[in-house]
């Protein structure tokens, strides 16, 4: 080490307050600087960054812009999850991993994510998952009526899993959010589910429209149901929820429509990996429900 980098290296006294997230930021990068054998001034030289515009960053002191970080994440040859500490990055088996699953269809993800779930006891009971069925999709999509339908039809209990959510929380699911915050709707999403899961052999279920939004409650969902996506496109979903006496996404902002537009291109992906998908647009409620019905049962090799 030369005379030059190690005086780059020191902190003075004025950086002895550094921000938790920028110590371990640059804590990676010296790691990461360490596992390809480069010298600071030769990772600075390939990155295009000074180097002690460099030292900074590995010492917590410099607050660097997104476009200097993938810069840096370049030079180290690796992502940029990578240097800002994704879970995926965080040991040998987590890199080897993700490098195995990388670039696979999303079949084959699929695949290999129940066999995990199978390999760690995750799985639900084959026939109870099968008896079990949610449905899933933006509000408007018409869950709970089609999901109190059939129902009826097949001579199952059904719940509202929003509704068990309040009574957990002893609130309206507004007052959560304002009260408590995203974190505890999550937790008490949670176990809502987990109790229907443990009380219902056979039930029908219609979940919140952003329960795909959290990674484990949407993994339980799929491990012990028979998942159904009720489709629809915004203009039905916007149409629908004020139908319903809510004027809320109307009044909100001008571009509510792009908006809802924007949360169902994002959510789709997640949506898909439903065991079925039921379009509901242009169909009245007789016709959303002959669909449904006739696809669960096809499912479910049951009698029509």
């Not at 970080?69 to 992502?79: E, G, I, M, R, T």
């Not at 957990?168 to 304002?178: D, R």
Request: glycine letters at 8%; proline letters at 3%.
């Amino acid at each position: 080490m030369t005379s030059q980098e190690s005086t780059l290296m020191e902190p003075s006294e004025s950086e002895t307050k550094r921000s938790p997230f920028l110590e371990a930021l640059g804590e990676r990068v010296r790691t990461l600087r360490s596992r390809q054998g480069m010298t600071r001034r030769a990772v600075a030289l390939a990155a295009d960054v000074s180097e002690r515009h460099l030292a900074n960053l590995e010492y917590g002191t410099g607050n660097v812009s997104v476009l200097v970080l993938l810069q840096v994440a370049q030079a180290l040859q690796c992502s940029l999850a990578e240097l800002l500490g994704d879970v995926t990055t965080s040991s040998p088996e987590w890199l080897l991993i993700r490098e195995l699953l990388s670039k696979r269809s999303e079949a084959d993800l699929r695949r290999a994510r129940v066999q995990l779930g199978e390999m760690f006891g995750e799985g639900g009971n084959a026939q109870e998952r099968k008896n079990r069925i949610a449905l899933i999709g933006l509000r408007g999509a018409g869950k709970t009526a089609l999901g109190q339908r059939l129902a009826d039809d097949m001579g199952f209990p059904f719940i509202e899993l929003s509704r068990e959510i309040e009574q957990f929380a002893g609130c309206q699911i507004s007052e959560i959010h304002n009260l408590y915050g995203a974190n505890a709707y999550r937790r008490y999403e949670r176990r809502a589910l987990e109790e229907a899961i443990q009380i219902y052999p056979e039930v029908v279920i219609a979940t919140p429209g952003g329960l795909v939004s959290d990674s484990a409650n949407f993994n339980l969902l799929l491990s012990h149901c028979t998942t159904v996506w009720l489709q629809a496109d915004a203009v039905d979903h916007m149409g629908r929820v004020a139908a319903q006496g809510d004027m809320r996404p109307m009044a909100a902002s001008r571009e509510a429509m792009e908006d809802l537009k924007r949360i169902l291109e994002g959510r789709s992906a997640f949506y898909s990996k439903a065991d079925l998908a039921i379009n509901t647009s242009g169909r009245s409620e007789d016709q959303a429900f002959d669909a449904l019905r006739t696809s669960v049962r096809q499912h479910l090799a049951l009698p029509a």
